[in-house]
């Protein structure tokens, strides 16, 4: 393997819990509220599939349809999908939608995975070129540096910055351009089946991580160091 692609979230970073997020807004904005309906409220939520990063919606409302189809194309169609879904939910303040969704772009929303420094470092090691291909509205190189994980990543490639998202080949193949190495050199490692999956059109290898909070998945990025020292050893010999 000449490279490998990695995936955002559920794949390198997982987000912050619905609840978590939820407290973080409500106390940066100074509003109390009883403690029952915190709760009760960050479930709301995490069923609505509000917070970018989390839980899929259990539905998504028949006006947002066609926006949610093409939500990380654009910031603003971003925008506007996740806090539409937000507003199913009533909150102490109709400004507290927004500041949900800015919480979520914030370095403190991410915690990268156990193994994810010990991954990408040891493919920095091998000179294996490191990319990040991903589906969303907003720039994650703040999260990367403030992680200190953007000392390891040789190119960010994001659907909002394109227009276009995950499977379109477009994006993996102006990755692979980047980087300089052929598609078939290549390995993608993502959440999705379906969008990371798109990678295959160009003849790149696919390695699916399951997408579990941080704790229940300590060590799903380390096969990637196997699989990419098995090619090396295939191609030695």
């Known amino acids: 393997m000449a490279a490998v ?11 912050e819990s619905t609840e978590t997020w939820l407290r973080a807004v409500l106390r940066g904005a100074g509003a109390g509220w009883p403690e029952g309906e915190v709760a009760a409220t960050a479930r709301a939520l ?8 989390g839980a899929a919606p ?11 189809g093409v939500r990380d194309e654009s910031a603003a169609a971003h925008r506007a999908a ?20 800015d919480r979520h772009m914030t370095p403190a929303a991410w915690a990268p995975y156990p193994d994810a420094v010990e991954v990408l470092s040891g493919l920095r090691e091998r000179g294996i070129g490191v990319g990040v291909v991903s589906n969303i509205g907003w720039d ?5 540096r403030e992680h200190g994980l953007d000392r390891f990543v040789d190119t960010y490639v994001l659907s909002y910055e394109h227009g276009v998202q995950k499977p379109d080949p477009r994006l993996f193949a102006t990755a692979c351009e980047a980087l300089g190495v052929d598609p078939r050199a290549v390995l993608m490692v993502g959440d999705d ?14 390695h699916f991580v399951d ?5 229940e998945r300590p060590d799903g990025l380390r096969p990637v160091l196997d ?10 010999r």
């Not at 955002?8 to 970073?13: A, K, V």
């Not at 996740?82 to 909150?91: E, F, I, K």
């Open 46 to 53: 995490e069923a609505a599939g509000a917070l970018p990063g």
């Open 140 to 144: 994650l190189r703040p999260v990367f």
């Open 5 to 15: 692609l990695f995936d955002f979230s559920g794949t390198l970073f997982r987000v």
């Open 193 to 206: 089946r379906r969008a990371d999956g798109g990678a295959a059109a160009l003849g790149c290898a696919v």
């Open 211 to 215: 997408h579990l909070p941080a704790a």
């Open 82 to 101: 996740y806090t539409g879904l937000s507003r199913q939910v009533a909150l102490p303040d109709p400004r507290l939608h927004d500041a949900l969704y």
């Open 58 to 68: 259990g539905r998504v409302p028949e006006e947002l349809a066609g926006l949610w």
């Open 227 to 236: 699989l990419v020292g098995r090619s090396e050893g295939a191609g030695n």
